[in-house]
């Protein structure tokens, strides 16, 4: 049977030194992972352990992924857009209630993104209790340079996570203190749903988020990774 009209196209993002595209399917991010953000953020020092991770979601059409320097729009209906760097995983298989020890074999590849976030109007959800979504799931919200493969990089579970903006240093810190490592929380979100090949998690970010403005450039980096450029338009 004919669609009603064209289907979307699959957002896609690049892998270094190959040729093949890695297709994208869903976005996942996991919430608060370092303490000294999530302190930033209001929170109080979570008892990791007890508390399971918490995640929220981006369309995967929210995606703006690719090699070079990325032009991202300055979204409407903000006045604080936030950069927060994070280190994005990539899975290659899929699950569910897929162990700790063996949640890595599902991560192909791993990349560095930016978890946008629309500040005033996520305050303002936390407020009312009402959904994140408009201030994280927005066009465009999910920034990601190209991916690296496992089998090129392993799996980075320590060294410097960092983002630059105009050439000044706003967030630093260690994927060493990540609350939750990437098979944690591999192993924790396929106890929520079945994971697929093509599922990418943003693993939280360090302490220093801040605001952005148009005409700013950013830089962000995490050890052993390609670094990341965009500038705000
Ligand atoms: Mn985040």
Redesign the pocket.
């Known amino acids: 049977m004919p669609y009603l009209f064209e289907p979307p196209s699959c957002p896609t993002l690049p892998i270094l030194g190959r040729d093949a595209l890695f297709p994208v399917r869903r976005i996942f ?3 608060r992972n370092y303490a000294e953000h999530a302190r930033e953020m209001g929170a109080h020092d979570q008892a990791n352990g007890l508390e399971p991770p918490f995640f929220f979601t981006k369309p995967g059409d929210a995606l703006i992924g690719g090699l070079g320097e990325l032009a991202v729009h300055y979204p409407p209906m903000t006045g604080n857009l936030h950069h ?1 760097v ?1 280190m994005v995983a990539a899975l290659g298989a899929g699950g569910a209630d897929v162990s700790t020890d063996q949640a890595l074999s599902l991560v192909a590849a791993y990349g560095v993104g930016l ?1 946008l ?1 629309r500040r005033d109007l996520q305050a303002q959800a936390k407020a009312k209790g009402h959904p994140w979504d408009m201030g994280k799931g927005f066009d465009q919200s999910a920034v990601c340079g190209a991916l690296q493969l496992v089998e090129e990089i392993g799996h980075p579970d320590h060294g410097e996570i960092w983002l630059k903006v105009n050439g000044e240093v706003r967030q630093r810190g260690d994927l060493g203190d990540m609350g939750w490592k990437v098979a944690d929380i591999v192993s924790n979100l396929s106890r929520l749903v079945c994971l697929a090949p093509g599922d990418l998690i ?1 693993t ?2 360090p302490a220093g988020v801040g605001p952005l403005l148009r005409g700013d450039r950013l830089e962000a980096g995490v050890a052993g990774l390609a670094e990341l450029r965009a500038h705000i338009v």
């Open positions: 991010c996991v919430g927060e994070e978890d976030t943003y939280g970010t």
